[in-house]
């Protein structure tokens, strides 16, 4: 990094990354979003650690992570959104129907 500076050049590191917590979960709040994850995705692969030079390919598992990450996020909320929209879709239906003086409340 001090290298990088002396020269003239500037450190930039990437807007989504794992360095602190906070930057953790917003980055895991975009992968969730399944925007930009991939580039996610492939910053991590070439990290190395804090102010250090990527090295391309460094940490090839980061890609299942990030996969297994997408997956298991991306499906959960889904699945809670689709059995909201079920349960209102049948609240909705009972009540048009007429026959919520037969349904227990």
């Given at each position: 990094m001090?290298?990088c500076?002396?020269?003239?050049g500037?450190?930039?590191?990437?807007d989504l990354?794992?360095?602190?917590?906070?930057?953790s979960m917003?980055?895991?709040?975009?992968?969730?979003?399944?925007e930009g994850w991939?580039d996610?995705m492939?910053?991590?692969?070439?990290?190395?650690?804090?102010?250090?030079q990527?090295?391309?390919?460094?940490?090839v598992p980061?890609?299942?992570?990030?996969m297994v990450?997408?997956?298991?996020?991306?499906?959960?909320?889904?699945?809670?959104?689709?059995?909201i929209v079920?349960q209102?879709f049948?609240?909705?239906?009972?009540?048009?129907?007429?026959n919520q003086?037969?349904?227990?409340?």
């Amino acid at each position: 990094m001090w290298d990088c500076i002396n020269y003239g050049g500037e450190w930039v590191t990437p807007d989504l990354n794992y360095d602190t917590t906070l930057t953790s979960m917003l980055t895991l709040l975009t992968i969730q979003t399944t925007e930009g994850w991939i580039d996610v995705m492939w910053n991590s692969v070439d990290a190395v650690a804090p102010y250090s030079q990527p090295i391309e390919n460094n940490n090839v598992p980061m890609v299942f992570y990030t996969m297994v990450m997408v997956i298991i996020i991306c499906l959960l909320f889904i699945e809670l959104f689709v059995g909201i929209v079920v349960q209102s879709f049948n609240n909705q239906k009972a009540l048009l129907s007429g026959n919520q003086t037969l349904e227990r409340v």
